[in-house]
């Protein structure tokens, strides 16, 4: 969400000025999403390191059957599309209870149909399917270490651990997502203002202490810098494009300061 307002040129050129070596590519990136025009990708595909399914309006669990059939079409196409670009791996969401409820059976029934249908074709087309961590809402299914554990086990999927949402549910619940340092590919870096929104991680202590816990357990894979610019503490929609620049290349000079 940080660069949503440009083209998918400006964003990977935004990423390699502040120094990055790549990108998650968002599916829903508006300036691909509008006609899913793969040509104009594929000259980038040596920066898309990873893919994030489509979320918007998506929910692979709601009670209205036809969203969970798009949502799951919607993520085979993302693991097709990962296979196109060579991408190696794929996150997706295990959703939420459409009723502002605990999850009950059905819920995860639901779940259970859409991870097993999407794990399998993932397989076919040879990438790795990462399961994300959700918010700690009442309705969010796979918000605890344990419960990603259970399922990525049920279903042989890797994590994408999001630290913003486990520092929010609790930071002993965080510091047990390292026990799954083995099937962590991708890491979601940043802290949160008062509305739960990605902002910089730095001056955040529990999140800090989360990095320096994967340091010590020898994490070296995929680290990504997630920002919305609608957060606090200085973001803002109407920041312009070198300014942004200029915010990514402090998010990368701190995440160097830890993991050297």
Do not use: Q
Request: one cysteine or more; glycine letters at 6%; hydrophobic letters at 35%.
């Amino acid at each position: 969400m940080f660069l949503y307002e440009y083209d998918l040129e400006s964003i990977i050129y935004a990423c390699e000025k502040a120094g990055y070596d790549g990108i998650e590519l968002w599916v829903e990136t508006p300036s691909f999403w509008i006609n899913r025009r793969v040509d104009r990708i594929e000259p980038y595909k040596d920066k898309i390191l990873a893919l994030h399914c489509p979320v918007l309006d998506l929910n692979p669990v709601s009670v209205n059957h036809n969203v969970c059939e798009l949502t799951l079409k919607e993520t085979l196409y993302s693991i097709s599309l990962a296979r196109k670009l060579s991408s190696s791996i794929v996150t997706l969401h295990a959703g939420k209870r459409s009723a502002a409820r605990e999850p009950v059976w059905a819920d995860y029934a639901s779940l259970s149909r859409y991870l097993r249908v999407s794990s399998k074709y993932a397989r076919i087309k040879k990438v790795k399917v990462c399961l994300e961590n959700s918010e700690p809402g009442i309705n969010y299914l796979c918000k605890t270490a344990n419960e990603v554990e259970e399922v990525i086990g049920k279903f042989n999927l890797s994590v994408t651990f999001d630290i913003n949402h486990a520092v929010k549910k609790s930071f002993e619940d965080a510091k047990k997502f390292l026990e799954l340092i083995d099937k962590i590919e991708n890491v979601h870096v940043s802290g949160y203002d008062s509305k739960g929104r990605h902002v910089s991680a730095i001056g955040f202590r529990d999140v800090e202490g989360i990095l320096k816990g994967l340091v010590e357990e020898g994490y070296d894979k995929k680290v990504t810098v997630e920002l919305d610019d609608l957060g606090e503490f200085g973001f803002s929609c109407e920041l312009d494009y070198e300014k942004k620049v200029e915010i990514l290349e402090r998010e990368l000079d701190y995440l160097k300061s830890i993991f050297g």
